[in-house]
C-alpha cells in the first residue's frame, strides 16, 4: 500500500510509553471516546513534528510508517495496542512520542445522528440570526466539554471558543457543512 496524503490523515493519540514486555504500546487518545483508534485494522506512526510546526508534507510524508493493529484495548485512560512487527519492549520505547495517525476513511461508520469532531473543521459557523461567525478551524476537549474553534482557516488565526454544548450548537448540517450556534459574535 502506498503511503496516503497527510491531509487524509487524522492525528487520533501519541504513543506515551511501553506495556509490558511483548512489545505493546501505551498511547494516549487525543479523544476521551477513541472509537476510531479502538477499531483500526492499521495506523501510521510518526516521529517528526507535527504539521503545523512548520515542516513541510512531503518530508512528513517520507517518515510515516504503516504498522497492522493485532489488537488495541481500553487501559486506564489509554489505548493499549499491538502492533505488527513490534515483538519487544526495546521496540515499542523505541516508538515512544510517535504520533498515531488513521487514515480518515477507514472511520467506523458515525450514527445518523452523530458526527466525528474531524468532520466539522471547514464548517461555517452561524448564529441563529444567520450572522456568519467564521470558519471551524479546530475541535477541542478541555475536560468538562469540547471547544469550537471558530477563525480564518486561511491564516488559522483565531476569532472565537465556543463551548460545544447541546445549549449552544443548536445544528450540524454536515451536508452544507455548516453548523447554527445559540451565539453572538461579539462574545
Not at 503511503?3 to 514486555?21: H, K, M, R, Y
Not at 517520507?62 to 502492533?83: D, E, F, P, R
Not at 472511520?107 to 459557523?125: E, H, M, N
Request: net charge negative; hydrophobic share 40%; aromatic share 4%.
Amino acid at each position: 500500500m502506498s503511503t496516503p496524503s497527510l491531509n487524509d490523515l487524522i492525528e487520533l493519540g501519541a504513543v506515551s510509553e511501553a506495556q509490558g514486555l511483548q512489545g505493546q504500546v501505551k498511547v494516549r487518545p487525543h479523544s476521551s471516546e477513541p472509537v476510531a483508534l479502538l477499531s483500526s485494522k492499521a495506523v501510521w506512526l510518526s516521529l517528526i513534528p507535527r504539521r503545523d510546526a512548520g515542516v513541510s508534507a512531503s518530508v512528513e510524508q517520507a517518515s510515516l510508517t504503516q504498522y497492522k493493529v493485532k489488537s488495541a484495548k481500553m487501559h486506564s485512560g489509554n489505548v493499549v495496542m499491538a502492533l505488527e512487527g513490534v515483538s519487544d519492549r526495546d521496540q515499542a520505547l523505541a516508538l515512544k512520542g510517535a504520533r498515531i495517525l488513521v487514515a480518515r476513511d477507514a472511520f467506523p461508520k458515525a450514527d445518523s445522528d452523530s458526527y466525528y469532531w474531524v468532520d466539522l473543521i471547514g464548517c461555517q459557523a452561524n448564529n441563529e440570526q444567520g450572522e456568519a461567525l467564521g470558519t471551524v478551524i479546530d475541535v477541542t476537549e478541555h475536560g468538562a466539554h469540547g471547544v469550537i474553534v471558530i477563525g480564518d482557516i486561511a491564516t488559522n488565526a483565531i476569532k472565537q471558543l465556543v463551548p460545544f454544548v447541546k445549549e449552544v450548537v443548536k445544528n450540524v448540517d454536515l451536508e452544507n457543512k455548516t453548523i447554527t450556534l445559540d451565539w453572538q459574535s461579539d462574545w
